[in-house]
Protein backbone atom coordinates (compact mmCIF):
# COMPACT_ATOMS: atom_id res chain seq x y z
CA UNK A 1 0.00 0.00 0.00
CA UNK A 2 2.60 2.61 -0.70
CA UNK A 3 3.52 3.52 -4.14
CA UNK A 4 7.37 4.48 -4.31
CA UNK A 5 7.01 6.79 -7.51
CA UNK A 6 4.22 9.02 -6.60
CA UNK A 7 3.22 8.66 -3.07
CA UNK A 8 6.97 8.93 -0.95
CA UNK A 9 8.34 11.83 0.17
CA UNK A 10 10.03 13.38 -2.74
CA UNK A 11 13.00 15.76 -3.15
CA UNK A 12 10.98 18.82 -3.02
CA UNK A 13 8.60 17.25 0.24
CA UNK A 14 11.71 16.71 1.78
CA UNK A 15 12.80 20.30 0.92
CA UNK A 16 9.71 21.31 2.64
CA UNK A 17 10.10 19.55 5.29
CA UNK A 18 13.38 20.52 6.53
CA UNK A 19 12.25 23.87 6.31
CA UNK A 20 9.21 22.97 8.69
CA UNK A 21 12.01 20.93 10.61
CA UNK A 22 13.28 24.25 11.73
CA UNK A 23 10.52 23.45 14.78
CA UNK A 24 11.13 19.65 16.21
CA UNK A 25 8.19 17.56 16.13
CA UNK A 26 7.90 17.91 19.54
CA UNK A 27 6.65 21.81 18.68
CA UNK A 28 5.67 22.35 15.37
CA UNK A 29 2.03 21.85 16.78
CA UNK A 30 0.31 22.91 19.56
CA UNK A 31 -0.78 19.44 21.10
CA UNK A 32 1.79 17.76 22.71
CA UNK A 33 1.45 13.92 21.52
CA UNK A 34 3.35 10.67 22.29
CA UNK A 35 3.97 7.13 20.69
CA UNK A 36 6.53 5.05 19.46
CA UNK A 37 9.21 5.67 17.01
CA UNK A 38 11.85 4.21 14.87
CA UNK A 39 14.70 6.37 14.05
CA UNK A 40 17.18 4.53 11.48
CA UNK A 41 16.65 1.13 9.64
CA UNK A 42 17.66 -1.16 12.55
CA UNK A 43 13.87 -0.63 13.06
CA UNK A 44 13.89 -0.36 16.50
CA UNK A 45 10.72 1.36 17.99
CA UNK A 46 11.27 3.04 21.17
CA UNK A 47 8.96 5.85 23.28
CA UNK A 48 9.09 9.60 20.93
CA UNK A 49 7.35 13.11 21.75
CA UNK A 50 6.28 14.76 19.38
CA UNK A 51 2.83 17.02 18.36
CA UNK A 52 -0.25 17.29 16.88
CA UNK A 53 -2.39 19.69 14.98
CA UNK A 54 -5.43 21.59 16.54
CA UNK A 55 -8.62 19.68 15.50
CA UNK A 56 -9.27 21.44 12.21
CA UNK A 57 -13.41 22.29 11.06
CA UNK A 58 -13.19 19.38 8.79
CA UNK A 59 -11.15 17.29 11.40
CA UNK A 60 -11.83 14.75 13.86
CA UNK A 61 -9.39 13.76 16.73
CA UNK A 62 -9.28 10.24 17.82
CA UNK A 63 -8.25 8.63 20.76
CA UNK A 64 -6.64 5.77 19.60
CA UNK A 65 -7.67 2.40 21.31
CA UNK A 66 -5.63 -0.41 19.26
CA UNK A 67 -3.78 -0.35 16.38
CA UNK A 68 -3.14 -3.52 14.19
CA UNK A 69 0.59 -4.21 13.02
CA UNK A 70 0.95 -4.47 9.44
CA UNK A 71 3.90 -5.81 7.15
CA UNK A 72 4.18 -2.15 5.64
CA UNK A 73 4.96 -1.08 8.94
CA UNK A 74 7.72 -3.85 9.40
CA UNK A 75 9.11 -2.94 5.36
CA UNK A 76 8.66 0.89 6.51
CA UNK A 77 10.86 0.92 9.48
CA UNK A 78 13.55 -1.42 8.10
CA UNK A 79 13.76 1.14 4.98
CA UNK A 80 13.32 -2.01 2.91
CA UNK A 81 12.03 0.39 0.03
CA UNK A 82 14.72 2.75 0.36
CA UNK A 83 12.41 5.95 0.95
CA UNK A 84 11.70 5.91 4.71
CA UNK A 85 11.86 9.42 5.96
CA UNK A 86 12.80 8.86 10.29
CA UNK A 87 11.68 9.37 12.91
CA UNK A 88 8.61 7.32 11.74
CA UNK A 89 5.62 6.36 14.00
CA UNK A 90 3.87 3.49 11.95
CA UNK A 91 0.49 2.17 12.14
CA UNK A 92 -2.32 2.31 10.30
CA UNK A 93 -5.15 0.02 11.35
CA UNK A 94 -6.34 2.54 13.60
CA UNK A 95 -9.90 1.77 16.10
CA UNK A 96 -10.35 4.91 18.34
CA UNK A 97 -12.92 7.35 20.03
CA UNK A 98 -13.31 10.35 18.28
CA UNK A 99 -13.37 13.09 21.07
CA UNK A 100 -13.00 16.14 19.25
CA UNK A 101 -15.19 17.63 15.56
CA UNK A 102 -14.90 20.29 13.61
CA UNK A 103 -17.56 22.16 13.18
CA UNK A 104 -17.93 21.41 9.22
CA UNK A 105 -18.13 17.63 10.51
CA UNK A 106 -21.34 16.01 10.23
CA UNK A 107 -21.02 11.94 9.95
CA UNK A 108 -19.34 11.96 13.82
CA UNK A 109 -19.84 13.05 16.39
CA UNK A 110 -17.99 13.49 19.89
CA UNK A 111 -17.91 9.83 21.60
CA UNK A 112 -18.30 8.11 18.05
CA UNK A 113 -16.14 4.71 17.52
CA UNK A 114 -14.28 5.29 14.25
CA UNK A 115 -11.64 3.77 12.38
CA UNK A 116 -8.48 5.19 10.65
CA UNK A 117 -6.37 3.27 7.88
CA UNK A 118 -4.10 3.88 5.12
CA UNK A 119 -4.81 6.63 4.07
CA UNK A 120 -5.59 10.34 5.27
CA UNK A 121 -5.53 13.00 2.63
CA UNK A 122 -5.75 13.43 -1.19
CA UNK A 123 -6.81 16.13 -3.18
CA UNK A 124 -10.32 15.56 -3.09
CA UNK A 125 -10.86 17.01 -6.63
CA UNK A 126 -9.35 14.70 -9.43
CA UNK A 127 -10.90 12.29 -11.20
CA UNK A 128 -9.68 9.34 -9.25
CA UNK A 129 -11.40 11.21 -5.69
CA UNK A 130 -14.60 12.22 -7.96
CA UNK A 131 -14.62 8.81 -8.32
CA UNK A 132 -14.19 7.61 -4.65
CA UNK A 133 -10.81 6.21 -5.55
CA UNK A 134 -8.68 8.76 -3.29
CA UNK A 135 -6.22 5.80 -2.70
CA UNK A 136 -5.35 6.60 -6.56
CA UNK A 137 -5.44 10.31 -6.15
CA UNK A 138 -1.58 11.36 -7.38
CA UNK A 139 -1.65 13.42 -4.07
CA UNK A 140 -2.87 10.98 -1.65
CA UNK A 141 -1.08 10.97 1.80
CA UNK A 142 -0.59 8.23 3.65
CA UNK A 143 -1.38 8.03 7.44
CA UNK A 144 2.65 7.85 8.25
CA UNK A 145 6.06 8.05 6.18
CA UNK A 146 4.18 11.40 4.27
CA UNK A 147 3.84 14.42 4.30
CA UNK A 148 0.25 16.14 5.01
CA UNK A 149 -1.80 18.73 3.42
CA UNK A 150 0.00 21.44 5.82
CA UNK A 151 3.36 20.38 4.92
CA UNK A 152 4.05 18.70 8.61
CA UNK A 153 5.43 15.15 8.64
CA UNK A 154 2.45 12.56 9.19
CA UNK A 155 2.88 10.08 12.16
CA UNK A 156 0.69 6.99 12.38
CA UNK A 157 -1.29 4.89 14.68
CA UNK A 158 1.32 3.64 17.69
CA UNK A 159 0.66 7.00 19.30
CA UNK A 160 -1.91 8.26 21.55
CA UNK A 161 -3.98 9.97 19.68
CA UNK A 162 -4.45 11.57 15.50
CA UNK A 163 -6.44 14.33 14.13
CA UNK A 164 -7.85 13.21 10.77
CA UNK A 165 -9.70 15.13 8.12
CA UNK A 166 -13.33 13.43 8.26
CA UNK A 167 -13.43 12.08 5.10
CA UNK A 168 -10.28 9.61 5.70
CA UNK A 169 -12.68 8.77 9.19
CA UNK A 170 -14.58 5.41 8.82
CA UNK A 171 -17.51 4.41 11.03
CA UNK A 172 -16.69 1.59 12.27
CA UNK A 173 -20.20 -0.61 13.02
CA UNK A 174 -21.76 -1.73 16.02
CA UNK A 175 -20.97 -5.16 15.56
CA UNK A 176 -17.17 -5.22 14.88
CA UNK A 177 -14.70 -5.74 18.07
CA UNK A 178 -12.38 -2.96 17.98
CA UNK A 179 -9.46 -4.72 18.36
CA UNK A 180 -9.67 -7.72 15.93
CA UNK A 181 -11.97 -5.36 14.00
CA UNK A 182 -8.91 -2.69 13.50
CA UNK A 183 -6.84 -5.08 11.09
CA UNK A 184 -9.78 -4.59 8.39
CA UNK A 185 -8.80 -0.94 8.24
CA UNK A 186 -5.85 -2.12 5.86
CA UNK A 187 -5.79 -6.02 5.69
CA UNK A 188 -9.09 -6.35 5.17
CA UNK A 189 -9.77 -3.10 2.43
CA UNK A 190 -6.65 -4.71 0.68
CA UNK A 191 -8.35 -7.73 -0.26
CA UNK A 192 -11.20 -7.10 -0.59
CA UNK A 193 -11.23 -3.95 -3.46
CA UNK A 194 -9.52 -6.14 -5.58
CA UNK A 195 -11.66 -8.87 -5.21
CA UNK A 196 -14.77 -6.71 -6.01
CA UNK A 197 -12.79 -4.54 -8.60
CA UNK A 198 -11.35 -7.92 -10.96
CA UNK A 199 -14.59 -9.68 -10.68
CA UNK A 200 -13.18 -12.36 -7.99
CA UNK A 201 -16.85 -12.93 -6.30
CA UNK A 202 -18.55 -14.95 -8.27
CA UNK A 203 -19.77 -18.43 -5.55
CA UNK A 204 -18.21 -21.78 -6.61
CA UNK A 205 -15.63 -20.43 -8.38
CA UNK A 206 -12.03 -21.67 -6.74
CA UNK A 207 -9.75 -18.77 -4.95
CA UNK A 208 -6.29 -19.70 -4.35
CA UNK A 209 -4.79 -17.04 -1.15
CA UNK A 210 -0.89 -17.16 -1.55
CA UNK A 211 0.76 -16.56 1.98
CA UNK A 212 -1.42 -16.57 5.18
CA UNK A 213 -0.52 -14.08 7.29
CA UNK A 214 -2.48 -10.66 8.15
CA UNK A 215 -3.59 -10.09 4.55
CA UNK A 216 -4.10 -13.87 3.49
CA UNK A 217 -5.95 -15.17 6.61
CA UNK A 218 -8.79 -12.28 6.02
CA UNK A 219 -8.75 -13.32 2.13
CA UNK A 220 -9.90 -16.96 3.34
CA UNK A 221 -12.72 -15.54 5.35
CA UNK A 222 -13.67 -13.09 2.72
CA UNK A 223 -13.59 -15.62 0.36
CA UNK A 224 -15.95 -17.49 2.39
CA UNK A 225 -18.45 -14.98 2.36
CA UNK A 226 -18.31 -14.65 -1.18
CA UNK A 227 -18.86 -18.57 -1.80
CA UNK A 228 -16.05 -19.56 -3.38
CA UNK A 229 -13.72 -22.54 -2.85
CA UNK A 230 -10.69 -21.50 -0.91
CA UNK A 231 -7.32 -22.69 -0.96
CA UNK A 232 -4.34 -21.88 0.60
CA UNK A 233 -0.98 -22.04 -0.77
CA UNK A 234 1.59 -21.45 1.88
CA UNK A 235 5.00 -22.18 2.48
CA UNK A 236 4.00 -23.09 6.33
CA UNK A 237 3.20 -26.67 6.76
CA UNK A 238 2.27 -25.63 10.14
CA UNK A 239 -0.39 -23.57 9.49
CA UNK A 240 -2.38 -26.04 7.43
CA UNK A 241 -4.60 -27.22 10.20
CA UNK A 242 -5.54 -23.50 11.22
CA UNK A 243 -5.93 -22.89 7.62
CA UNK A 244 -8.72 -25.71 7.20
CA UNK A 245 -10.26 -25.76 10.72
CA UNK A 246 -10.41 -21.93 11.77
CA UNK A 247 -10.18 -20.10 9.25
CA UNK A 248 -12.63 -22.32 7.17
CA UNK A 249 -10.47 -23.00 3.42
CA UNK A 250 -11.54 -25.92 1.62
CA UNK A 251 -7.91 -26.88 1.10
CA UNK A 252 -4.17 -26.45 1.80
CA UNK A 253 -0.78 -26.58 -0.52
CA UNK A 254 2.43 -26.08 0.50
CA UNK A 255 4.30 -24.42 -1.85
CA UNK A 256 7.28 -26.14 -1.69
CA UNK A 257 5.52 -29.60 -1.96
CA UNK A 258 6.08 -30.24 -5.76
CA UNK A 259 3.56 -32.78 -5.80
CA UNK A 260 0.42 -31.74 -4.24
CA UNK A 261 1.50 -28.62 -6.43
CA UNK A 262 1.70 -30.40 -9.46
CA UNK A 263 -1.72 -32.10 -8.95
CA UNK A 264 -3.25 -28.66 -8.33
CA UNK A 265 -2.12 -27.20 -12.25
CA UNK A 266 -4.76 -26.16 -13.92
CA UNK A 267 -7.50 -25.58 -10.89
CA UNK A 268 -7.89 -22.05 -10.12
CA UNK A 269 -9.74 -19.71 -11.68
CA UNK A 270 -8.57 -16.43 -9.24
CA UNK A 271 -5.16 -16.09 -7.01
CA UNK A 272 -4.94 -13.38 -4.29
CA UNK A 273 -0.78 -13.20 -3.75
CA UNK A 274 -0.28 -11.82 -0.19
CA UNK A 275 3.43 -12.65 -0.25
CA UNK A 276 6.03 -9.89 1.97
CA UNK A 277 9.39 -11.52 0.14
CA UNK A 278 10.71 -11.62 -3.42
CA UNK A 279 8.98 -15.16 -4.59
CA UNK A 280 8.45 -17.05 -8.34
CA UNK A 281 5.31 -16.04 -10.06
CA UNK A 282 5.47 -19.26 -12.14
CA UNK A 283 4.05 -21.96 -9.94
CA UNK A 284 1.29 -19.59 -8.98
CA UNK A 285 0.43 -19.24 -12.65
CA UNK A 286 0.39 -22.45 -13.25
CA UNK A 287 -2.32 -22.98 -10.74
CA UNK A 288 -4.89 -20.69 -12.78
CA UNK A 289 -7.48 -22.01 -15.00
CA UNK A 290 -7.25 -20.70 -18.70
CA UNK A 291 -8.39 -16.80 -18.49
CA UNK A 292 -7.53 -16.67 -14.94
CA UNK A 293 -6.60 -14.05 -12.70
CA UNK A 294 -3.53 -13.27 -10.40
CA UNK A 295 -3.72 -10.15 -8.18
CA UNK A 296 0.00 -9.44 -6.64
CA UNK A 297 -0.28 -7.15 -3.25
CA UNK A 298 2.64 -7.82 -1.02
CA UNK A 299 5.26 -5.91 -1.97
CA UNK A 300 8.86 -7.38 -1.62
CA UNK A 301 11.66 -5.28 -1.70
CA UNK A 302 12.72 -6.39 -5.15
CA UNK A 303 11.00 -6.58 -8.31
CA UNK A 304 9.13 -10.23 -8.99
CA UNK A 305 10.25 -11.75 -12.30
CA UNK A 306 6.72 -12.05 -14.62
CA UNK A 307 6.85 -15.47 -16.54
CA UNK A 308 5.23 -14.58 -20.31
CA UNK A 309 4.47 -18.11 -21.10
CA UNK A 310 2.13 -18.99 -18.89
CA UNK A 311 0.58 -15.84 -19.33
CA UNK A 312 0.03 -15.67 -23.07
CA UNK A 313 -0.74 -19.20 -23.69
CA UNK A 314 -2.93 -19.81 -21.41
CA UNK A 315 -5.00 -15.94 -21.60
CA UNK A 316 -4.26 -14.74 -17.94
CA UNK A 317 -4.25 -11.44 -16.19
CA UNK A 318 -1.83 -10.08 -13.76
CA UNK A 319 -2.95 -7.05 -11.54
CA UNK A 320 -2.02 -5.10 -8.62
CA UNK A 321 -4.25 -3.12 -5.73
CA UNK A 322 -3.18 -0.51 -3.97
CA UNK A 323 -5.70 -0.65 -0.31
CA UNK A 324 -9.56 0.74 -1.59
CA UNK A 325 -10.96 4.53 -1.60
CA UNK A 326 -13.18 5.36 1.73
CA UNK A 327 -16.46 4.71 0.36
CA UNK A 328 -15.29 1.00 -0.19
CA UNK A 329 -13.40 1.25 3.32
CA UNK A 330 -16.86 1.79 4.71
CA UNK A 331 -18.65 -1.02 2.24
CA UNK A 332 -15.80 -3.45 3.00
CA UNK A 333 -16.35 -2.81 7.13
CA UNK A 334 -20.02 -3.49 7.12
CA UNK A 335 -19.44 -5.98 4.94
CA UNK A 336 -17.36 -7.46 7.73
CA UNK A 337 -19.80 -7.01 10.50
CA UNK A 338 -22.44 -8.21 8.48
CA UNK A 339 -21.20 -11.48 7.62
CA UNK A 340 -19.11 -11.69 11.39
CA UNK A 341 -15.67 -11.04 10.11
CA UNK A 342 -12.57 -10.09 11.79
CA UNK A 343 -9.29 -10.21 11.91
CA UNK A 344 -7.34 -13.78 14.18
CA UNK A 345 -4.83 -11.68 16.33
CA UNK A 346 -2.66 -11.50 18.97
CA UNK A 347 -2.98 -8.35 20.91
CA UNK A 348 -0.24 -7.18 22.61
CA UNK A 349 1.63 -4.49 24.79
CA UNK A 350 3.29 -1.41 23.27
CA UNK A 351 6.36 -2.09 24.62
CA UNK A 352 5.94 -5.75 23.18
CA UNK A 353 6.33 -4.71 19.84
CA UNK A 354 9.80 -4.83 18.84
CA UNK A 355 9.62 -9.10 19.69
CA UNK A 356 6.29 -8.96 17.65
CA UNK A 357 7.92 -7.42 14.55
CA UNK A 358 10.98 -9.93 15.07
CA UNK A 359 7.74 -12.81 14.96
CA UNK A 360 6.29 -11.06 11.73
CA UNK A 361 9.43 -10.83 10.32
CA UNK A 362 9.31 -14.90 10.11
CA UNK A 363 5.91 -15.14 9.04
CA UNK A 364 5.60 -16.49 13.05
CA UNK A 365 2.40 -14.15 13.79
CA UNK A 366 -1.48 -15.99 13.84
CA UNK A 367 -2.40 -14.03 12.27
CA UNK A 368 -2.39 -9.81 13.10
CA UNK A 369 -0.62 -8.59 16.07
CA UNK A 370 -2.45 -5.36 17.49
CA UNK A 371 -1.54 -3.59 19.24
CA UNK A 372 -3.72 -2.48 23.00
CA UNK A 373 -2.75 1.21 22.76
CA UNK A 374 -4.95 2.73 25.19
CA UNK A 375 -3.80 0.35 27.74
CA UNK A 376 -0.15 -0.07 27.27
CA UNK A 377 0.50 3.66 25.77
CA UNK A 378 1.88 5.95 28.62
CA UNK A 379 4.51 8.78 28.50
CA UNK A 380 7.26 7.65 31.25
P1 LIG B 1 2.36 -10.93 6.75
O1 LIG B 1 1.33 -10.98 7.82
O2 LIG B 1 3.78 -10.99 7.11
O3 LIG B 1 2.01 -12.10 5.70
C1 LIG B 1 2.82 -12.37 4.60
C2 LIG B 1 2.87 -13.87 4.36
O4 LIG B 1 3.68 -14.10 3.22
C3 LIG B 1 3.53 -14.65 5.48
O5 LIG B 1 2.69 -14.95 6.55
C4 LIG B 1 3.96 -15.91 4.75
O6 LIG B 1 2.84 -16.77 4.62
C5 LIG B 1 4.30 -15.40 3.36
N1 LIG B 1 5.75 -15.24 3.19
C6 LIG B 1 6.57 -14.39 3.85
N2 LIG B 1 7.84 -14.54 3.43
C7 LIG B 1 7.83 -15.48 2.50
C8 LIG B 1 8.82 -16.07 1.68
N3 LIG B 1 10.11 -15.70 1.76
N4 LIG B 1 8.43 -17.01 0.78
C9 LIG B 1 7.14 -17.39 0.68
N5 LIG B 1 6.17 -16.88 1.45
C10 LIG B 1 6.50 -15.94 2.33
O7 LIG B 1 2.19 -9.61 5.88
P2 LIG B 1 0.85 -8.78 5.52
O8 LIG B 1 0.67 -7.71 6.52
O9 LIG B 1 -0.23 -9.71 5.19
O10 LIG B 1 1.35 -8.03 4.19
C11 LIG B 1 1.76 -8.81 3.06
C12 LIG B 1 2.39 -7.92 2.01
O11 LIG B 1 1.41 -7.05 1.46
C13 LIG B 1 3.49 -7.01 2.53
O12 LIG B 1 4.49 -6.91 1.53
C14 LIG B 1 2.80 -5.67 2.70
O13 LIG B 1 3.66 -4.57 2.63
C15 LIG B 1 1.86 -5.71 1.53
N6 LIG B 1 0.66 -4.88 1.67
C16 LIG B 1 0.15 -4.36 0.52
C17 LIG B 1 -1.01 -3.62 0.56
C18 LIG B 1 -1.60 -3.08 -0.70
O14 LIG B 1 -2.39 -2.15 -0.66
N7 LIG B 1 -1.29 -3.65 -1.85
C19 LIG B 1 -1.64 -3.39 1.79
C20 LIG B 1 -1.10 -3.95 2.94
C21 LIG B 1 0.05 -4.70 2.86
P3 LIG B 1 3.01 -18.38 4.72
O15 LIG B 1 3.63 -18.63 6.05
O16 LIG B 1 1.63 -18.86 4.59
O17 LIG B 1 3.88 -18.75 3.56
ZN1 LIG C 1 -1.16 -2.14 5.93
Redesign the pocket.
Same mark, same amino acid.
Given at each position: ?ISPISHSLTHSDKHKHRNKMAKSPETEHPNKAFGWAARDKSGLLSPFHFSRRDNGENDVTVKILYCGV &?? =?DL #?TIKNDWGFTYYPVVPGHEIVGIATKVGKNVTTFKEGDRVGVGVITGSCQSCESCDQDLENYCPQMAFTYNAIGSDGTKNYGGYSETIVVDQRFVLRFPEGLPSDSGAPLL &? *?GI =?VYSPMKYYGMTEPGKHLGVA??? $?? $?HVAVKIGKAFGLKVTVI !? %? %?PS?EDEAINRLGADSFLVSSDPRNMKAAIGTMDYIID =? @? !? *?V #?ALFPLLSLLKVNGKLVT????EKPLELPIFPLVLGRKMVGG %?? @?GGMKETQEMLDFCAKHNITADIELIKMDEINSAMER?AK !?D @?RYRFVIDVANSLSPP
Open positions: N &CH =T #H &C *A =TGLG $GL $G !S %S %SK =T @V !S *A #HLGLP %SD @VL !S @V
